[in-house]
Each structure stands twice: as C-alpha cells, then as structure tokens.
C-alpha cells in the first residue's frame, strides 16, 4: 500500500516532471511522497482511452457493471486503517469521522450495484403493436435510458472518500455504463491515489477495458479546463465553490458541443425558528444548533448559515443557548490553508457591515489552519437589503436573521437564492405558519427538514441532494441517492424493430427480475 506519486491513466502508472505535495494542515508541513502533477496532455490521453472503452463497457451488461461496483466497494475496504490514516494527515479530520465516511462509500457502491440488478434505473418501457386500433393501428415502440458517453467527476475537498475519487459520482456513472476519469483533489492526493488502485484493481480483474477508469491530479486549474472542453467528454459532475463550478459550466457551454456539468456549489441552508418550538424547547434548540454548526468545522456544504425567528423572549433564551455553546467550542483544524483563509475572509466581510452584530464567537486558537465557530445578528430589513450576508460563509459561521412576525419570514425567504436544504422547527401550535410557509419552501430547497438539521445525509433511494441555483446547477438531479444514476442516462427509443435487434432488457422475454413497464403496467418478469 506505499504511495507511489504516479497517476493512472488506464491501466498505465505514469510519472510526470511536475509535482506537487500534499499538507498536513494541523501543521503546515508538507507530506511525502510528492506526486505528479497531469496536464492536458494526460487529459487528452485519459479522455481517448475513456471514448475507446465506452461502447464495450456499455455493453458488458448491468449485471457485470454491478460486480464491478461490488469489487471496488471490497478493495476499499481491503485498504484497512492504512487508508484512513493516510486521510488523517491530509485532511485533519478525526479517524471516525473517516471510518464513517469510509463505510458510506462502500455503501454507495452497493446501493448502485443493487439498483442494476433491479433494472428500475434503465427506465425499460415496451408499448407493443396494436395494429387493429381504430381509427389508426399502433406501431412496437420500446424504449430504455442508455450512458451519456465519458464522464469527469471533480473530487471534493470536504469528503475525501464520499464526494472523491469512488464517491457517489463516479459510482453513478460507472453504474449506468459511463467511463471516468476522475480529477483527484490536490488537498488528498495520497488518498486519491490509494482509492484509485482500488478502483483500478477491480476495472482490471473484470478483464473490462483500460479505459473504463482513470485519476488525474493537479493543483492547477488547467486540468478540470481541459477535461471538460475534450470532446470526447460528455458529462461532468463537480462539488466545490460557485466560482468554479460556473468555470467549468462555462467551459462546457462554449463547446462545439454543450455538456452538461452537474455542479453543487453553494447554500447558507437557511434554519426556520417557529415560536412554539423556540417557547418549548429554546435552550435545546440553541446547544443542537451549535453542535450542527460546528461539525467538522463547519465544512459542510448542509451547514446551517442562516437562522430565521421571530423577536422575542423565548429567541432571547434560544440566543443565550448558542452564545455559550459557541464560545464553548473549540477551535476545530480546517481542511486546507485556503479553506481557512476563505473563512477568516469571510468572517471579515461580514464583521465589517454595521447592521451585522456579533452574538458570539469560538475559543481563540493557536494553531495553524483552526477554525472559530461564529454566531451573528441582524434585524429582517437589514438582511433584505445585504444581499452579501446571504452568501455562503465556508465554515462554523451562521446569522440570526430577527424577523417582526411570520410575514417577515416569507419576505427574507424570498430574497434567498436555491438552497440545498430548509429546515423548519415547530410544534402543533404552529402548524398553520408552516403549513403557509411550505410552498415557498419548496420552490427554495431540495430537501425540506421538519425538527432536525439539515447536517448529514442519508444515502438512500428517496434522498435529494440538489436544489434550485446555485445549489446546484440543474436543480431537477441529485448527487446522493438512487437518483443520481439519471444524470448519466438518456432514453433511447426503438420503434418496429424485429428482436433480433433489440437490446435483451426490450425483448418480451427479458432478463429475471427486472422492473419493466409492458402496455402501461409495471411488471417483474
């Protein structure tokens, strides 16, 4: 398991003569090895080798590709501790936060591998000929959703496992045929790299082509440029910043041919504080909040920015919760020096604004990279008119917006942009409020949140994690959960063709136990 520096391309380990390192950020110090730095001409390379295996890897089946998804989920675990103490030092996260994370990956895998063998994500649909229907006979028209072709997937910086190199994009793409190079964040290379032999180690033990998977790495911008401009590529997925994620949907517009990228980029996950709960429970509501906020130093991107509540006493009690819990806090190391200059940047920005108060702020840290949580306030007409204080603030920061009644609500709710989540605290008493309130709601978020936080998400087949711009860049996809299989589908329709020629799933006798829609009715054979 000792790390080498190289990238994968195919089944080849290449070395490059750049290079770059990776930082612990508990202390600054860079990690050995140092590891080759692609560019575009290993992206170009990557990307032929992805367009070569497309149409093979295609056809190996749903129930091969299923296999596939099940070795790499077993490789990945076959890496033991040595895996997450590798992440340990590259990230600064607690090892079982990573045990965690590492078990949601595998999970991932397996829910993927399992939604091929119940065929549901291949949308199969057969409408057979009807050719005494009056006034006009009915021709056999069958349909099934194929892969896109190649796709990029971006590793994120705050999940080096779930959001990385085997995370749910690349496991969603493979799922439904797609070929991926993925662009291994420069802040876990040794991860990367590990992950990728996983992942590369099963692509070859299934004797699949070479070009089925592939890592790159860089700490420079002109690699995701170029693997989202190759032509060969015809999707990407990416988490991170807005900035970057509208660089590359820009990249992917200006095309000869547009692709579309599936890019989270950014949410203040706005808090709704109704005045029953607050008068019920304002003292847990406040500890629960800052125990949301400051998990993993805040970097998260469901981390609740923004609280909404009506002025009053029970807010005062909910108030003085959070102000101790957050000076209480202690300073947490964030993932990266950049990450962290962003958010003392960020704090600046809004420490600056004079209608913006400071309700608390973390233990004074003495280290390198450590994150203060931050609690501020501001009146509902102050925050409408600052449309900054809505941005989002990477890291354990969050403002009280005081709002005058429940119409106050709606108005600060409507100057938000799409948001990946909205939560919402209440008891019986304030069912009508949030009942009016439910419709803006949903036009907000992707996920609405009764008496919970928005911090944590459930991988399952129901789970939306997506939202309205610029939560994410098409709020109709998802990238947890079973539905995120369909960002790298499109349907396909055949009509009249002899069965002969038709894919085995569109034959009246197809395979066992796929869910199929035959004349309007949903069957399993």
């Known amino acids: 398991m000792a790390l080498t ?18 930082i612990d950020p508990a202390t600054g110090d860079p990690l050995a090895p140092a590891f080759s730095a692609a560019g575009p001409a290993e992206a170009t390379q990557a990307c032929a080798l992805a367009a070569e295996a497309f149409r093979a890897f295609e056809q190996a089946g749903p129930e091969k590709r299923a296999r596939l998804l099940e070795r790499i989920a077993a490789n990945i675990d076959a890496l033991g501790d040595g895996l997450l103490e590798r992440a340990r030092f590259e990230t600064g996260l607690p090892l079982a936060r990573l045990a965690g994370e590492r078990a949601r990956t595998v999970y991932q895998l397996k829910l993927f591998a399992a939604e091929l063998r119940d065929g549901a994500c291949m949308g199969v649909q057969i409408d057979p000929a009807l050719p005494e229907r009056q006034p006009a006979p009915r021709r056999d028209v069958r349909m099934r959703k194929k892969p896109l072709g190649p796709v990029v997937v971006f590793g994120a910086s705050n999940f080096p496992l779930a959001f990385s190199v085997a995370g749910g994009d690349t496991a969603s793409a493979l799922a439904a045929g797609c070929p991926v190079i993925a662009k291994g964040h420069p802040a876990h290379p040794g991860v990367c790299e590990l992950v990728a032999g996983a992942v590369a180690d099963a692509v070859a033990a299934l004797e699949l082509p070479e070009g089925v998977f592939s890592m790159l790495n860089s700490p420079h911008h002109d690699l995701g440029q170029a693997l989202v ?3 060969r590529v015809k ?10 994620g509208l ?6 517009q200006a095309r000869e041919e547009p692709i579309p990228v599936y890019a989270e980029m950014s949410a203040v996950n706005p808090v709704i504080l109704l005045p029953g709960a607050l008068e019920e429970q304002a003292e847990k509501l406040g500890r629960d909040f800052v125990a949301s906020l400051t998990l993993g130093a805040g970097q998260f991107c469901t981390n609740p920015g923004l609280v909404l509540a009506i002025q009053s006493p029970r807010l005062d009690r909910f108030v003085e919760a959070a102000r101790k819990a957050v000076e209480e806090s202690p300073p947490q190391t964030m993932l990266t020096p950049a990450i962290h200059q962003a958010y003392e940047e960020g704090l600046s920005r809004l420490s600056s604004i004079a209608e913006v108060a400071t309700v608390a702020c973390g233990a004074e840290a ?5 994150c203060r949580p931050a609690f501020f306030s501001i009146s509902v007409d102050d925050f409408i008119r600052n449309k900054v204080i809505s941005q989002e603030v990477f890291g354990a920061s969050s403002v009280l917006v005081r709002c005058r009644d429940a119409a106050a609500f709606a108005k600060a709710l409507e100057s938000l942009e799409g948001q990946l989540t909205v939560t919402m605290h209440f008891v019986e008493k ?7 309130l439910l419709p803006l709601l949903e036009e907000k978020a992707g996920r609405l949140i009764a008496n919970g936080w928005p911090t944590g998400v459930e991988v399952c087949h129901a789970m939306v994690h997506g939202g309205p711009f610029p939560a994410t860049s098409d709020s109709r996809t998802t990238s947890v959960g079973a539905l995120a299989i369909e960002r790298f589908l499109r349907p396909v329709c055949y009509q009249d063709f002899p069965r002969t020629l038709l894919p085995a799933m569109l034959r009246e006798n197809g395979p066992a136990g796929v869910l199929r829609r035959i004349d309007g009715v949903w069957k399993i054979d």
């Open 229 to 231: 401009a190759d032509p």
């Open 366 to 370: 003495d280290g390198n990279n450590l």
């Open 5 to 22: 520096g190289r990238l994968f391309i195919g089944a080849k380990r290449v070395t490059t003569d750049a290079a770059f390192s990776a």
């Open 235 to 244: 999707a990407a997925a990416f988490t991170g910043s807005r900035q970057g």
């Open 430 to 436: 304030d069912l009508a409020t949030a009942k009016a």
């Open 247 to 252: 660089a590359l949907m820009r990249i992917a």
